[in-house]
């Protein structure tokens, strides 16, 4: 299964939030759409949903264009949409039965997801007496209830605590091993890193970078280095590291602080490592750790959210 964005235009007004955006997405993998706030990621996920219609382009599956009434699409939004006065089983069943389920299939999925997240418990209470990381559970069991074949995850660990957090990455995973196509947005540099596959980055109207992360994180050069030393039987301070090598500043390009007892060297060419380990063994140290630095994806992000050149 694809899902396929193609030179997707959007405007309000005179805001012209989408410019030309194409996208693909593969079942069997979660792909992480990555964006600042106001980049349209929201927008971009209410077109595939139909909600939106683009002033231009096309959104296929499979090569044929998604209907409203034919998507098979579990979305969860970033702003909430449930009801606060309504006990929990109720608004699921309800919900399920606006997405065509019989009451007795949306009762039977609503009990068996409510289980899963462990809020069985909580089914005959009002909405707003829940805490805010059990009414995301709710939230997260409507987009679930019909078992869609593709997910749409809009900020989805918004007022989860790690326990809950992890959980909700126990069910996402499952359904990308089933099969699923997962669509998944978030600011949370470490939760998209910890959990997809491919990421795409919208910068400016546009997927600036996109592929995957580990693909990614390869095409940047090894041109930079983590370093903890030692002298005469001492480790070394980073303050005492970066005194030392001042002298060999024409060695790299900078040098800065890293970890707790480390620094991060980065070197104008690759190649220009060998060279200055040696030298730091003339120059009477001992190398405990040294590490070749890839990029974080919150660092891919910002480079490529501030105008850096695209590495896709």
Known sequence: MRLELTDIHKSFGTKHVLRGLSLHVENGRATGLLGRNGSGKTTTARIILNVFLPDKGTVTLDGRTIRAEDADIGYLPEEKGLYPKLPVLDQLIY?????????????????????????????????????????????L???????????ILDEPFGGLDPVNARLLKTIVNEQVADGKLVLFSSHQMADVESFCDDIAILHDGVIARSGRLSDIKRSYPQNRVELRLV????????????????????????????????????????????????????????????????????????????????HE
């Open 95 to 139: 919900f399920g039965r606006l997405r065509g389920l019989p009451r007795r299939q949306a009762l039977e999925a609503a009990e068996h997801w409510l289980g899963v997240v462990e809020l069985s418990h909580e089914k005959s209470r009002r909405l707003e007496t829940l805490s805010k990381g059990n009414q995301q559970k709710v939230q």
């Open 141 to 151: 069991i409507c987009a679930l209830l019909t078992n869609p074949q593709i997910l």
């Open 231 to 310: 002298r005469d039987g001492r480790l070394q301070s980073q303050r005492e590291v970066m005194e030392a090598l001042k002298p060999k500043s024409q060695a790299f390009d900078s040098i800065a602080p890293y970890g707790q007892d480390t620094v991060a060297v980065r070197f104008r060419s690759e190649t220009d490592r060998l060279p200055f380990l040696r030298t730091l063994i003339d120059s009477g140290f001992d190398v405990d750790l040294y590490r070749i630095l890839v990029p974080s994806l919150d660092e891919i992000f910002v480079e490529t959210t501030a105008g850096g050149q695209s």
